[in-house]
């Protein structure tokens, strides 16, 4: 069968967005028989010059019964391949959030490294920004080009200090002074409020726009607050510490049950007792966490040759890694992952206000029962009328609160669902008389059990072997 008669028997189509071409039999006959390359140049006399399926025209070819009742796919284009994001590139290592302080076999921490300050100069460039790219560009079957999409853009985000060039692709520090990345990653340049010595009465509270610098100890009782990261060169006793970014402590906390330690990013000590640590980020502990609630927006490690957990409440949203958990005393320990701390204090606060709202409008519905009762009897003295109406509002904006307030405890119990990534490893052991918790599941420890982590599968909280 010559190449023009396969006109009459064959038909070729293409998908819409011409990245697939079809070839589909119009009739049939006993005597019907092509080759392959007949196939071949009859796609291409149709336009379809890219990305043939020789293959399955071969198979065409040699068996033409077997596909001339269906569609089949004789040629694939190539998918224009997505660009790479765009990024904001910092000049120096200004971020010391994923540097480890080196650790020697007792477990102690040499900071040196951790307390050097990265300075910087008024003018001197700190960032720039670094333009998205476009991904390598795809073809059709017919042979037209496919363009591919730029990755996406990213601007700068400013904090206090800084200045951009006119085009916005730069950064400059506007002082002297040590970067400094907050929340929500902005940058800053902080100058240093450097104390030789103790924070005690001689100092005082400390309140700082830049970053704080404790050569000495932070004694019960004082407040340290800084817009940027606090240093303590010594340990914290039950003290206020609050920074915007990060707290790196060298010696460890002793609260006392009084206090707080409190980063907008991560907390860095070697350990804490008795004391109340948040972290928006990280708590990254070398000791132990003994009788104390610490709570991380996304991971506690308590590593080191101790890495004791014992007592108290430790909660982070994504990761809690320890070597031990619990002691033979089955001391009351409970770990928490899977949801961010805050949500669960609100929850619990959330919970308390629903049954005042509905402690509320019952009072009401009962009071404005009476009244309404008074008013049909034609009973309803001028001030009650007053009243009734004022009650009438009150109800109205009562059930308006519970049911924003029910919205939203929904949505967090429903958050407390997505617990997939929650993770809570042992390196070593975990004693009977801890209570694990994985979003909206609890699990008992009863009985001692070494190297293993806790993982939320089908509906239960699951014990598998741990891998370091």
Do not use: W
């Not at 080196?102 to 003018?123: A, C, M, P, Q, Y």
């Not at 132990?288 to 982070?316: D, E, F, P, W, Y």
């Not at 993770?423 to 004693?431: E, G, K, L, P, Q």
């Amino acid at each position: 069968m010559d190449d023009q008669q396969l006109d009459s028997f064959l038909r070729i189509q293409t998908s819409a967005d011409k990245m697939s071409a079809f070839l589909t039999f119009s009739r049939i006959s006993d005597d019907f028989e092509c080759t392959n390359d007949q196939l071949e140049r009859f796609a291409r006399s149709k336009g379809i010059v890219q990305g043939l399926q020789t293959e399955v025209l071969h198979n065409i070819s040699s068996n033409p019964l077997a596909y001339c009742k269906e569609q089949t796919v004789i040629a694939k284009g190539k998918a224009a391949q997505p660009g790479s994001d765009g990024y904001i590139r910092l000049i120096n290592d200004l971020e010391q959030r994923d540097k480890r302080p080196s650790e020697d076999e007792d477990g102690k921490i040499d900071f040196k490294d951790v307390n050097k300050l990265k300075n910087v100069t008024r003018g001197q460039l700190i960032a720039e920004r670094i333009d998205p790219l476009p991904g390598p560009s795809g073809v059709t079957v017919t042979g037209e080009t496919v363009s591919s999409k730029l990755g996406k853009q990213v601007r700068f985000k400013v904090g206090k200090n800084v200045v951009l060039n006119p085009e916005q692709t730069a950064m400059y520090a506007a002082i002297d002074g040590m970067i400094t990345m907050t929340d929500k990653e902005k940058i800053n340049v902080f100058p240093i409020y450097e104390v030789n010595g103790d924070v005690d009465y001689r100092v005082g509270n400390i309140d700082f726009i830049g970053t704080v610098v404790i050569r000495g100890n932070v004694l019960n009782g004082f407040r340290v607050k800084a817009s940027g990261d606090i240093r303590v060169i010594g340990g914290v006793e039950g003290a206020e510490l609050d920074s915007e970014g990060s707290i790196e402590i060298t010696g460890g906390i002793l609260g006392g049950n009084k206090g707080h330690v409190k980063a907008g990013r991560n907390v860095r000590c070697s350990f804490i007792q008795e004391a109340n640590v948040i972290a928006g980020e990280d708590v990254l502990v070398t000791q132990s966490i003994m009788h104390a609630n610490v709570r991380a927006g996304k991971s506690i490690i308590c590593s080191g040759t101790k890495g004791l957990i014992v007592g108290g409440i430790v909660q982070a949203g994504d990761l809690v890694r320890a070597r031990i958990v619990g002691n033979t005393m089955s001391t009351a320990t409970a770990i928490e992952v899977g949801v961010k701390p805050e949500f669960r204090y609100e929850l619990q606060e959330l919970r308390t206000k629903l049954k005042q709202c509905a402690d509320s409008l019952d009072k009401t519905d009962k009071a404005l029962t009476i009244l309404d009762q008074l008013a049909a009897a034609g009973q309803l003295a001028q001030e009650k009328m007053a009243l009734r109406m004022k009650l009438s509002v009150t109800k109205r904006q009562t059930k308006a609160e519970l049911e924003e307030t029910k919205e939203r405890v929904l949505e967090i119990e429903r958050s407390l669902e997505d617990t997939d990534r929650a993770t809570i490893d042992v390196a070593h052991t975990i004693y009977g008389g801890t209570r694990v918790v994985i979003g909206r599941y609890t699990k008992f420890v009863k009985d001692a059990s070494q190297r293993v982590s806790f993982r939320y599968q089908d509906g239960d909280i699951a014990m598998i072997p741990f891998i370091s």
